[in-house]
């Protein structure tokens, strides 16, 4: 059994156990619901603000039996995944070209730029206009939540190739397009696999929006709807089952990070 120093343990980026790493991780949470539970159990936080724990559950048990909550987690999934999807089939080879290419870096980055600080929730009634109220819009909100920073990060990731790398391959007789091929991408790929994980993320985080309009399902619908009945049991039932949605997709990308490229070695345990 290995016994790790307090010196070990905090020094910078080396690595933990992984039973150390899950204790960790749970530790974690067990404070959020300790703390949560004395505000609420406490009668420091009126109900009506903050539900305690044990309503929090009967609350989900009531919305998965009787009101269909599956129904409304599988439509924001799908809108999620769509949108998000759509902006990295077109995000992830403009980023890795704008990145390679000074040329597109010069003609996209500027744009880019710009429009990446616009609210994404401006745009929904330019949406409308164009899209209409269906699915389409929805999915358009979460893409232009998206695509914008995903580009520019896969930008950010593909530039920091090493040139030594690209000159070499060249020394050695590898033409340009192999050099995308042999060099750019596998260099890069960790940095975008790595990138999709942060921006999946995001894409979650504009689903409220996406769906407060002319919507009659998904976790953001109901949501709203509970807020305008004060059913605020509800709204953190919604919250926590996209957080654990969440989780669930962070660990996957993890499990595919350390799939794809086992001598990187991350996730923080050893």
Not at 109 to 117: A, H, K, Q, T, V
Not at 241 to 261: E, M, S
Request: charged share 10%; glycine share 8%; hydrophobic share 60%.
């Amino acid at each position: 059994m290995v016994v790790l120093s307090r010196s070990k343990i905090f020094v910078p980026k080396a690595a933990i156990p992984p039973h150390l790493y899950a204790l960790c991780s749970v530790v974690a949470f067990a404070l959020l619901l300790l703390v949560w539970s004395a505000l609420t159990y406490g009668a420091f936080v009126p109900p009506l603000f903050l539900p305690t724990p044990d309503a929090i559950v009967t609350s989900a048990v009531t919305l998965f039996a009787e009101f269909d909550l599956l129904s409304d987690v599988l439509a924001s999934v799908m809108r999620v995944s769509a949108g998000f999807l759509l902006a990295a089939v077109i995000g992830v080879p403009l980023g890795v070209l704008m990145g390679s290419l000074k040329t597109f870096e010069a003609f996209f980055e500027p744009l880019l730029g710009f429009i990446r600080y616009m609210p994404a929730s401006a745009f929904i009634p330019l949406f409308i206009l164009w899209l209409g109220i269906g699915e389409s819009e929805k999915i358009a909100v979460i893409f232009f939540g998206t695509f914008f920073q995903l580009t520019l990060m896969v930008m950010d990731v593909t530039k920091n190739v090493s040139i030594d790398l690209i000159n070499t391959a060249y020394t050695l007789g590898v033409s340009q397009r192999g050099v995308f091929r042999r060099v750019i991408l596998p260099a890069s790929l960790p940095g975008i696999v790595d990138t999709l994980r942060i921006t999946f993320g995001w894409a979650w985080t504009y689903l409220v929006v996406a769906e407060i309009v002319a919507a009659s399902s998904g976790l953001g619908y109901m949501i709203m709807q509970s807020q305008r009945f004060l059913k605020t049991s509800n709204i953190i039932v919604g919250i926590v089952v996209i957080g654990i949605i969440g989780i669930i997709i962070d660990v996957l990308f993890k499990w595919l990070y350390g799939r794809l490229f086992p001598w990187l070695g991350k996730g923080g345990a050893a």
